[in-house]
């Protein structure tokens, strides 16, 4: 690291994540050996791992140790790692890049991707019952259990992805952008707050402050990168730029212009690191997390 790089100040602890994530995933040595090799492939690449990161900072924010969150973590790290999959489709928004390397269906063929992604999905309440042995009473797995399969069915992040589809080609509407994102975006991360909360022992109330943080977040987070598929380029963002307006796509800049898009997402991001005040010393980790969304630029 030379002295102009900053200091990833969450590397030791997404280092811990990763090494987790890479032991509870089903090695490629184990038959069907290539359907494992596909999921590996496509929740082991390089990412920011935003979602799990928020999960533990979460667990920490409520006063537990974030290390019981790993299971939850890694839940949600493979809702992720499928929606990405299914989103790279052909059927879908037919990407062949993501994190700087081909797509899965690119790499293996489209219908094994298809199964990842399925498969992921499958691991990912696996894992979440998984919490129980780190201490974590039933009552609160179960709970967790509800909220990850709410935010990833056809309420929030599979129907997010449905509006978006029914949405290409057509003029962008604030409110249609809105609902897509705070469906198939901020529903995610703000389960992966919930389900840290849950995991940390969290009360009605802090859990209630987790939850409104990652809308606000989630939001935020979209908004920002709708701007870089707009500025950016291959090389920085690690997946092709400029597809979202080439596929006619609803986005905040497309909807209310660039300027307008900046505005909001530092406003809700000013909101969620309000919110997170109010959680007291141990939210550290979380604001951190907060402020490097809104400076993220890939």
Known sequence: MTSREPRDPFASRRAAFDRYLAKVLPPATRVPGRLHDAMRYSALSAGKRLRPLLALAACEAVGAPWTRALPAAAAVECVHAFSLVHDDLPAMDDDDYRRGRLTTHRKFDEGLAVLA?????????????????RGVPVARVTAAVAELARATGSIELVGGQALDLAAEGKPADEQ????????????????????????????????????????????????????LNLESSLD??????????????????????VEAARVEAARLIRRALTAAAGLGPGARSLKGLIEATATRDR
């Open 176 to 227: 249609i952008v809105h609902e897509i994102h705070a469906r198939k975006t901020a529903a995610l991360i703000s389960c992966s707050l919930v389900l840290g909360g849950l995991a940390g022992g969290g009360g009605e109330k802090p859990v209630a402050i987790l939850r409104r943080i990652g809308r606000d977040l989630g939001l935020a987070f979209q908004i920002r990168d709708d701007l």
């Open 117 to 133: 992604g399925d498969a992921l999905l499958a691991l990912a309440f696996e894992e979440l019952t998984r919490l129980a042995r």
């Open 236 to 257: 920085r963002l690690g997946k092709r730029a400029g597809t979202d307006r080439a596929r006619g796509k609803a986005t905040y800049p497309g909807a209310v212009g």
